[in-house]
């Protein structure tokens, strides 16, 4: 269908995160919204449900440990009175220092606040077309239709980028032989979140060469295969040598097997599914792998030669835009002020981070709405460093990012020549940026965001 002239409303194409956190912060604001979902009218490669923010990949939102870069874009998040966020803390499951969620009664929930909101209106309809009077937010994420990409490319005026990412498989916890396997965390933190599969070093070797060996599902052969390398499928890693996985999802360091208090050679980490604890994901195991040779090759990690799998691994293709050609630091599009775009389509990688640009989205079309000036986040906050990147990155190799440290802004080097240790260092920018932040919060909801930021725009009228 074709979005039409929408005044007095703010039209968000798209259920997923930075979706929904897009929609309910519009409507926090005041915004009339109608939010688009094309599922189940037409589903994608990944998804399986109808339900909005529905988890396809790990169900871990990352680090949640105090001084580290995901922390912070979490908590910044958190005091902004993001939606995900609230309904992530109330769905957590044990995954250590990790924020994971179960991922169905995340969705869940997460469905049940979008409809229940009096200023949202949940439209189940694939969107093809944008009208040009329409203040519309597009975060339909990296698997959004043929149809709709197509308009992208019509409104960017940019040929599409994208890359390949894969899922992890998952298996039924009473599969899992717990006289080999055993509970534990690296270095005990979150204590024993976590079941261990250990490797002596003849396994391993073995375990490595059935990996090499296994054929993989072909991809399109007229498409360069490019890789998102925080997310490398499992048999890419294995690829470029026999110790690559030893050092990457498979480190053994901070685990000790409980059978001879030893460190193992190698180790695969499963992690808790749900709230029931009746299912675990392979952490690190993102696949694109045959099915038959999924099951084959994961028989051969101790403790899982008896594995049913729940869900095999699987691939699938991540659309974005070249953002900093087309967006400014608001999450709008320079050319097309009537228009956002927010989540992985814009060029940031992860859950969180498609919040965050969702909510920075969601936030600026309600202001645009009611005649406000935009605003811009805080330049010393995560916010503020990922809409940086989106709208002033190099465009010549634009790639997907995850939150980090090289992000933010550095600290003054009269703080860097004082403090030496990169930990203490990271402790005082989380502590620099969440003091701004809650300055900028502070102003924004009192009216005045002028007195913590500078917008970039004047207001534009309303709906336009």
Request: include cysteine.
């Amino acid at each position: 269908m074709t979005i039409t002239k929408t005044t007095g409303e703010v039209v968000v194409i798209g259920g997923g995160f930075a979706g929904v956190e897009a929609a309910w912060q519009a409507a926090q604001h005041g915004a009339r919204v109608r939010l688009y979902e094309m599922r189940p009218v037409r589903q994608t490669p990944a998804h399986r449900t109808e339900q909005l923010a529905e988890i396809v990949c790990s169900n871990s939102l990352k680090s949640d440990e105090p001084g580290t870069a995901p922390y912070l874009l979490k908590e910044e998040l958190r005091r902004g009175g993001s939606l995900v966020l609230e309904v992530a803390a109330e769905t957590r499951v044990p995954a250590g220092a990790a924020l994971a969620v179960d991922r169905h009664r995340f969705a869940e929930l997460i469905t049940q606040r979008i409809e229940a909101h009096p200023n949202i209106t949940l439209i189940r309809e694939e969107v093809t077309r944008v009208a040009e009077d329409a203040l519309t937010i597009i975060a339909a994420g990296p698997l959004c239709s043929d149809a709709l990409a197509e308009e992208i490319v019509r409104l960017t005026g940019d040929g599409q980028l994208y890359f390949y990412d894969a899922i992890a498989p998952i298996v039924a916890a009473d599969s899992i032989d717990y006289t080999v396997a055993f509970r534990a965390a690296r270095y005990d933190k979150g204590g024993d979140d976590y079941v261990n599969c250990p490797f002596d070093e003849e396994q391993y070797r073995v375990f490595y060469e059935a990996l090499r060996e296994a054929k993989s599902v072909p991809l399109q052969r007229f498409e360069e295969t490019r890789w998102f390398e925080a997310c490398l499928p499992v048999e890419e890693l294995a690829r470029r040598g026999y110790d690559t996985l030893r050092y990457g999802p498979m480190k053994p360091v901070g685990l000790r097997d409980p059978r001879d208090g030893r460190e193992p050679f190698a180790a695969v980490q499963l992690r808790q599914e749900n709230l029931m604890a009746d299912a675990y994901n392979l952490v690190g195991f993102q696949n694109h792998l045959r099915y038959g040779e999924q099951a084959r090759v994961i028989r051969l990690i101790p403790g899982l030669e008896r594995a049913e799998f729940l869900q095999y691994g699987q691939i699938h293709r991540n659309t974005y835009i070249r953002a900093p050609r087309v967006l400014d630091a608001t999450m709008r599009m320079r050319e097309r002020p009537g228009v956002y775009f927010a989540g992985q389509i814009s060029g940031v990688e992860g859950y969180v981070e498609s919040v965050a640009t969702g909510w920075l989205a969601g936030l600026n079309a309600a202001r645009q709405l009611a005649g406000k000036e935009l605003v811009v986040a805080p330049p010393k906050s995560a916010v503020g460093a990922l809409a940086r990147y989106v709208s002033s990155a190099g465009t010549d190799n634009y790639q997907p990012v995850n939150i980090t440290f090289a992000l933010l802004e550095p600290l003054p080097e009269a703080d860097r020549k004082r403090v030496r240790r990169k930990r203490e260092r990271h402790q005082l920018q989380v502590e620099r940026a969440l003091t701004e932040w809650n300055n900028w919060l502070h102003h924004l909801h009192n009216g005045d965001p002028n007195a913590a930021a500078t917008p970039l725009h004047a207001p534009q009228a309303a709906g336009v």
